[in-house]
């Protein structure tokens, strides 16, 4: 019986190795030796990716050969890999190339104005893309024959956006309060990148306070203060802040501006709706009570 | 220990499933609920800037501000050339660049596109549709939603039930250990008992309380021990009975024939000496030919090959053998038999059995005694029926009388030539012929005994009694 079990084991563990060995196919294809990106447009759309609607091939290309022109001509050729496209349906004749000051000026056919906007500049992306791993390459510019004015470009990579960087790091849009020289809090809008939305209130606070307030607008919070702990429950935010928050104690007025534009701040965020400001050893402000928890005012 | 791993086996595949599909379906609720709303969000953009003439920076902020918080992450609107012509983010504002998401691109080349996608804890949709514009594609809207909140609600949930499936394995992992310990207890109880039997040891019992199956088992391990003890005492006590038996037939041979040896005697009491070595001889073989039958008859259990036995005819064959010794006897045979008694047995079986019953009516009987058989067949049923008019059985020895060198009187028996084996062997044979066998007896008045088999034959016409 135990001869059989084990009989049984070693036909199932080689039936698994010889299943996963047909999954692991051995490359169809050598890598380069001399590899240089080639970028066209993805096939079939792609998502969630950082090279967006585009894509690049590994084509070699020694160092000696790489020149704009001879990777122009290797990018006119078209794309080798399958689930690649050029970005156009018609590809554009070449008629020269011109290198001034890191900027390649490529002169093509008539036929690049001719192709659909879209079209047009998902091939600038893609020469942009590509020609700019070259050293001497800082800019690429499309121009029509020797036409002067049918240019497109100059263009960096910086000119293409390819995925959405806020799906990593999503911005909000918060409200920062500031007085005015009349004591009346202006609201300016203000947007924070965070991913964590238990953060925003303390990241909201401290961009209050590291925050330069507009024309008319007044500073409120000492620019030293530190958030030191932050916590909310039940819509009570708790807030600690170092002892350089004192510094706004001078006069009654400098001290309510302290405290309105914190509280009316931290108040506009969602799940706040009152705010219990605390100093570190249990200092408090002289000209202002800060003792029990504060809710913003509509007044203010 | 094998069936406590399968289950423990069974019921991780079945917490794993729970936890994907739950999984898988919850995020399928919710990539659902996203797609709504996109979509409206997305009508709601496309709708006012499908109206304008020529989509441009201005205009399109214009229509925007009217539109109010959409209430996502970032929303971008390009023209038909993808270039940025509004974007909601300020951190990383696209406006002037040509944005080329897979999304944008799709839009606008006509598609409406969705993807939902559940990373690090977030929920985050993108969406984009194309502007028409007099049925021409006049620009994209792109949308993306960051909800840390269901995304949140998805972790949440997931990890509750890892965590509910988790607690359930520990204790079913717990009870299956608990479970496997407590039934290996009771196995290894019960195995050593078995090992104890099959040394011989049939007293040895199992003390196991409950009503689960290794109770059952241990019950009916102890029932089978007892019938195995008895079957030994039976075993024994036939063996002690056989050897006691023989022996004294053998003893008084030994007597004899020293005596004769030993002594000088006159022909005569020689010739009355070897008379009595002969009966002793006879009574040993009758002994040894009763044993040899008994074992027969339980060898034979199961074996048998039964055949359509006329008993009528049986009845005249044994009389026609037991006249002499009747006669001899001083007793009268009789018999009032039934035509068509037809049983399915063996018919030496059914000679002995007449044979037997017919024999012991003859010798136990008194001068001038007799013996009446009557078969009897009423509906599916035959019935024999030996009536003697001898010495009768004593009311206490009736339990008995079917045991094996079981006697009445040990001293009749012996001059009437018996060993104690002739019931025992009815009764055998009776029981293996489908039938039964009861006695009723009165001392100084006779014994009656009555033996009943199920009928088997052809159906024949009815008949008078004939009186033999």
Excluded at chain 2, 143 to 164: F, K, V
Excluded at chain 2, 404 to 426: E, H, M, N, T, Y
Aim: charge should be negative.
């Amino acid at each position: 019986m135990r001869k059989m079990c084990n009989f049984r084991a070693a036909a199932a563990l080689a039936a698994l190795l010889m299943l996963l060995s047909g999954c692991v196919q051995p490359d169809e294809a050598t890598a380069p030796e001399h590899p240089f990106s080639v970028w066209y447009c993805s096939a079939e759309p792609i998502y969630g990716t950082q090279t967006g609607a585009l894509c690049a091939e590994q084509i070699e290309l020694p160092e000696q050969e790489r020149t704009p022109e001879r990777v122009i001509r290797a990018f006119l050729d078209g794309p080798k890999t399958d689930g690649l496209t050029f970005p156009s349906g018609q590809r554009p004749v070449l008629r020269g190339v011109e290198t001034t000051d890191g900027n390649v000026r490529i002169a093509f056919s008539s036929d690049l104005m001719e192709m659909p906007g879209l079209a047009r500049m998902s091939v600038a992306a893609c020469l942009t893309m590509t020609l700019t791993q070259l050293p001497e390459v800082t800019s690429v510019e499309l121009a029509v024959g020797s036409s002067p004015s049918v240019r497109y470009g100059p263009f960096t990579a910086r000119d293409f956006v390819l995925y959405d960087v806020a799906a990593q790091n999503p911005e909000y849009t918060v409200t920062l309060y500031f007085p005015n020289y009349e004591g009346k809090l202006v609201g300016v809008r203000q947007a924070i990148l965070c991913t964590d939305l238990t953060q925003l209130p303390v990241l909201t606070a401290r961009a209050l306070i590291a925050a330069l307030p507009l024309e008319g607008s007044l500073r409120a919070i000492p620019a030293k203060t530190q958030v030191l702990d932050f916590s909310v429950t039940d819509g009570l935010a708790s807030i600690v802040l170092s002892a350089d928050f004192t510094a706004c104690d001078n006069t009654a007025r400098s001290a309510q501006n302290a405290v309105r534009s914190l509280v009316a701040t931290l108040c506009a965020l969602d799940g706040i709706t009152s705010v219990k400001i605390a100093i570190v050893g249990d200092t408090d402000l002289s000209n202002y009570d800060i003792s029990e928890p504060i809710t913003a005012s509509p007044d203010w | 220990m094998r069936n406590a791993f399968a289950y423990m086996t069974i019921t991780a595949f079945a917490l794993l499933f729970l936890n994907i599909y739950s999984a898988t379906a919850t995020r399928n609720l919710m990539f659902r609920s996203k797609y709504a709303s996109a979509q409206d969000k997305l009508q709601v953009v496309t709708s006012p800037l499908s109206g304008v003439d020529t989509l441009s920076v201005e205009t399109v902020r214009q229509v925007i501000t009217v539109l109010g918080d959409l209430n996502v992450t970032r929303l971008i609107v390009t023209d038909a050339s993808g270039t940025a012509l509004y974007d909601s983010s300020q951190s990383m504002n696209a406006v002037g660049k040509t944005v080329l998401f897979s999304e944008t691109v799709q839009a606008l080349s006509g598609q409406d596109v969705f993807t939902c996608r559940y990373e690090n804890g977030a929920l985050k949709s993108f969406a984009a549709a194309p502007v028409m514009t007099r049925s021409v594609i006049a620009g994209s809207v792109y949308l993306m939603e960051y909800d840390a909140g269901q995304g949140g609600i998805i972790a949440s949930l997931e990890r509750t039930i890892l965590r509910g499936s988790l607690i359930l394995l520990a204790a079913i992992f717990l009870f299956a250990a608990a479970f496997v310990l407590v039934g290996s207890q009771k196995m290894r109880a019960i195995l050593t008992s078995i090992r104890l039997a099959r040394e011989g040891e049939y007293s040895h019992k199992i003390q196991m309380r409950g009503t689960d199956e290794y109770a059952t088992l241990a019950d009916e391990f102890n029932k089978l021990t007892d019938k195995l003890l008895e079957s030994e005492k039976t075993e024994r006590q036939f063996v002690s009975d056989a050897s006691h038996e023989l022996k004294t037939p053998l003893a008084s041979i030994k007597l004899l024939s020293d005596s004769i040896l030993q002594n000088d005697m006159d022909t005569s009491t020689m010739r009355e000496f070897v008379a009595d070595i002969g009966n002793e001889s006879d009574r040993l073989t009758r002994i040894a030919q009763k044993l040899l039958t008994l074992s027969r008859t339980e060898d034979e259990n199961g074996e048998t090959e039964h055949e359509v036995v006329d008993l009528g005819e049986t009845v005249s064959r044994v009389f026609r053998m037991l006249v002499p010794l009747a006669d001899r006897q001083q007793v009268a045979l009789s018999a009032n038999l039934d035509h068509g008694c037809t049983i399915l047995s063996r018919e030496d079986d059914a000679y002995q059995i007449i044979f037997n019953l017919v024999e012991n009516g003859i010798k136990y009987n008194r001068e001038n005694g007799s013996v009446h058989v009557t078969l009897r067949r009423e509906q599916e049923e035959i019935t024999l029926t030996v009536e003697d008019t001898g010495v009768g059985i004593p009311a206490d020895a009736l339990s008995n009388i079917f045991k094996r060198f079981f006697r009445v009187d040990k001293a009749r028996s012996r001059q009437a030539g018996g060993a104690g084996l002739g019931l025992s062997i009815v009764h055998e044979m009776v029981e293996r012929n489908f039938g039964t066998i009861t006695v009723t007896s009165e001392e100084n008045k006779g014994s009656c005994f009555m033996v009943m088999f199920p009928y088997f034959g052809v159906e024949e016409d009815a008949a008078d009694a004939e009186n033999v």
